[in-house]
């Protein structure tokens, strides 16, 4: 097809299907390269269109589809007659929000998760097997299912999409052990022409996410917009107890109306904060991973669509909220990394009004970090004591749950979670099969290498503790902070 009408085609798809006239910044080179077959790592602040950049391609793969080929017979290993694109997400709060937003702009979306009743899933199967849709979410868990790997490997997937890239890598900060599985997975399916994206990546970071993809740094073209946003003031704020931070959170509320959010460390300090604030009849929300799935969604909810809510939250909250009029983000407690601090003051002043960053320092939190640290980094002699519970204390950890082996394994300490981190890496290299949520599982596998190397365990601790002191040396920095965020990145 002539460059030409690529251009015209996809300045259709923006104005038909998302009502713009212009494609922003990179946008449109990206388009067209993974619609051309490239492959693409994209970083690009949240709200700034990082999904056009995969939506627009499998909308243009769609309409020059042959749609009059016929549907092949069952069990035969040939093209169906419409090219399907796959985002891979770890956002399953969310994907029906994106799916409901593509569908009412007339895409032929769906996605794939564990929300969905086991009749509603196989209806969904079927329907993805006829050759239905043209995007479909997944997480990378999906591919643990064999009945989903048999209904993918009956369509021709013409671009993979992965989202929140940076989960890819242990460099990062928000590493997810399943997805490290996208190199294979991405196999699978026929290597594929891939685009990677994520809001934030340091040059290590980016690095490891091309080789986790099983590909070469000269095939993946870089796109990365920056991280400069004019409109956020960058403030940090040294307090000596909670009271102090009880009265800055109290004080940007009066002084800004608008929505807002409030980042904590610990579920058990945020609670005792909002205690406080109620006392003090300050409404709010909170959000924190241990609330059930649909209270967290209707929290969601109520942020996003209703205006001026306050929300005190953990980490957990954040990925995929895309409201544009946050008019301040504070942190309570000191980031673990610039990364996550980062993506986190990045949701603010979406609308590119003026919004207030302040992170508030207390010395006391910086031995949170560490022991959150070390929590996120068992050691070769850890994993082999669980293994090796797991392998002769089945009947009773099956019996008994995780509290008993958490018992076994730290003894005293019992807020200790190492033992989280653990059982998820046993899932994710498949030592265990079974539940982890509750704990039922059996052995069976061997302890791999990657877990019994000593030395690349601590190497992964030690970048772990370089990442906690550029966040501290950013809070200690004198001159323009944003500078330094630049230079973190390397911009």
Same mark, same amino acid.
């Given at each position: 097809?002539?460059?030409?009408?690529?251009?015209?085609?996809?300045?259709?798809?923006?104005?038909?299907?998302?009502?713009?006239?212009?494609?922003?910044?990179?946008?449109?080179?990206?388009?067209?390269?993974?619609?051309?077959?490239?492959?693409?790592?994209?970083?690009?602040?949240?709200?700034?269109?990082?999904?056009?950049?995969?939506?627009?391609?499998?909308?243009?793969?769609?309409?020059?589809?042959?749609?009059?080929?016929?549907?092949?017979?069952?069990?035969?290993?040939?093209?169906?007659?419409?090219?399907?694109?796959?985002?891979?997400?770890?956002?399953?709060?969310?994907?029906?929000?994106?799916?409901?937003?593509?569908?009412?702009?007339?895409?032929?979306?769906?996605?794939?998760?564990?929300?969905?009743?086991?009749?509603?899933?196989?209806?969904?199967?079927?329907?993805?097997?006829?050759?239905?849709?043209?995007?479909?979410?997944?997480?990378?868990?999906?591919?643990?299912?064999?009945?989903?790997?048999?209904?993918?490997?009956?369509?021709?997937?013409?671009?993979?999409?992965?989202?929140?890239?940076?989960?890819?890598?242990?460099?990062?900060?928000?590493?997810?052990?399943?997805?490290?599985?996208?190199?294979?997975?991405?196999?699978?399916?026929?290597?594929?022409?891939?685009?990677?994206?994520?809001?934030?990546?340091?040059?290590?970071?980016?690095?490891?996410?091309?080789?986790?993809?099983?590909?070469?740094?000269?095939?993946?073209?870089?796109?990365?917009?920056?991280?400069?946003?004019?409109?956020?003031?960058?403030?940090?704020?040294?307090?000596?107890?909670?009271?102090?931070?009880?009265?800055?959170?109290?004080?940007?509320?009066?002084?800004?109306?608008?929505?807002?959010?409030?980042?904590?460390?610990?579920?058990?300090?945020?609670?005792?904060?909002?205690?406080?604030?109620?006392?003090?009849?300050?409404?709010?929300?909170?959000? @924190?991973? %241990? *609330? $059930?799935?649909?209270?967290?969604?209707?929290? /969601? +909810?109520?942020?996003?669509?209703?205006?001026?809510? =306050?929300?005190?939250?953990?980490?957990?909250?954040?990925?995929?909220?895309?409201?544009?009029?946050?008019?301040?983000?504070? @942190?309570? %407690? *000191? $980031?673990?990394?610039?990364?996550?601090?980062? /993506? +986190?003051?990045?949701?603010?002043?979406?609308?590119? =009004?003026?919004?207030?960053?302040?992170?508030?320092?207390?010395?006391?939190?910086?031995?949170?970090?560490?022991?959150?640290?070390?929590?996120?980094? $068992?050691?070769?002699?850890?994993?082999?004591?669980?293994?090796?519970?797991?392998?002769?204390?089945?009947?009773?950890?099956?019996?008994?749950?995780?509290?008993?082996?958490?018992?076994?394994?730290?003894?005293?300490?019992?807020?200790?979670?190492?033992?989280?981190?653990?059982?998820?890496?046993?899932?994710?290299?498949?030592?265990?099969?079974?539940?982890?949520?509750?704990?039922?599982?059996?052995?069976?596998?061997?302890?791999?290498?990657?877990?019994?190397?000593?030395?690349?365990?601590?190497?992964?601790?030690?970048?772990?503790?370089?990442?906690?002191?550029?966040?501290?040396?950013?809070?200690?920095?004198?001159?323009?902070?944003?500078?330094y965020i630049h230079d973190y990145f390397g911009l």
């Amino acid at each position: 097809m002539p460059q030409f009408e690529i251009t015209n085609r996809m300045k259709d798809v923006l104005r038909d299907f998302f009502g713009h006239d212009e494609f922003r910044g990179s946008q449109a080179k990206i388009i067209e390269r993974v619609f051309g077959g490239g492959h693409c790592l994209v970083i690009m602040p949240t709200g700034m269109g990082k999904s056009l950049c995969f939506q627009i391609p499998a909308i243009l793969h769609a309409r020059t589809s042959d749609h009059a080929a016929k549907l092949p017979d069952a069990g035969e290993n040939t093209n169906f007659k419409r090219p399907l694109t796959l985002v891979i997400s770890p956002l399953i709060a969310l994907m029906k929000d994106q799916v409901d937003a593509l569908v009412a702009k007339g895409v032929d979306a769906t996605f794939v998760n564990s929300s969905l009743l086991r009749d509603q899933r196989l209806s969904r199967y079927g329907q993805i097997a006829a050759g239905e849709y043209d995007l479909l979410y997944v997480t990378p868990e999906r591919f643990r299912k064999p009945d989903f790997c048999k209904v993918i490997s009956q369509r021709e997937i013409v671009l993979l999409a992965v989202d929140e890239a940076h989960c890819i890598s242990e460099w990062g900060h928000d590493f997810r052990p399943d997805y490290t599985r996208i190199g294979d997975i991405r196999k699978s399916l026929g290597s594929p022409a891939t685009i990677a994206l994520t809001a934030t990546a340091t040059p290590d970071v980016q690095a490891d996410i091309v080789r986790q993809l099983n590909l070469e740094t000269g095939d993946v073209e870089l796109f990365h917009a920056g991280i400069e946003r004019p409109n956020l003031s960058l403030d940090v704020v040294q307090v000596w107890d909670d009271d102090a931070k009880f009265e800055l959170i109290k004080q940007t509320r009066a002084e800004l109306p608008g929505s807002g959010v409030v980042y904590f460390t610990l579920i058990r300090k945020l609670m005792e904060f909002s205690d406080r604030l109620w006392e003090d009849n300050v409404a709010h929300l909170i959000y @924190h991973g %241990d *609330l $059930p799935r649909t209270s967290r969604r209707g929290l /969601q +909810e109520s942020f996003m669509n209703e205006p001026g809510h =306050l929300v005190l939250a953990t980490n957990a909250f954040g990925m995929g909220v895309d409201k544009e009029d946050i008019r301040y983000v504070l @942190h309570a %407690d *000191l $980031p673990g990394s610039l990364e996550s601090y980062y /993506q +986190e003051i990045g949701r603010a002043g979406r609308d590119g =009004l003026p919004a207030k960053c302040l992170l508030m320092y207390d010395e006391r939190d910086l031995a949170t970090q560490m022991e959150f640290m070390q929590w996120s980094n $068992p050691d070769a002699e850890f994993y082999e004591r669980v293994y090796d519970f797991l392998k002769n204390e089945t009947e009773q950890i099956n019996a008994f749950g995780i509290e008993w082996l958490r018992e076994r394994i730290h003894y005293k300490q019992k807020h200790d979670r190492r033992l989280e981190t653990t059982l998820s890496m046993f899932d994710r290299w498949g030592v265990i099969d079974g539940s982890l949520h509750p704990l039922k599982v059996t052995a069976v596998g061997e302890l791999p290498e990657k877990l019994k190397d000593a030395a690349a365990l601590s190497g992964k601790l030690k970048r772990d503790q370089t990442k906690l002191l550029a966040m501290l040396q950013y809070v200690k920095h004198d001159g323009d902070r944003k500078e330094y965020i630049h230079d973190y990145f390397g911009l």
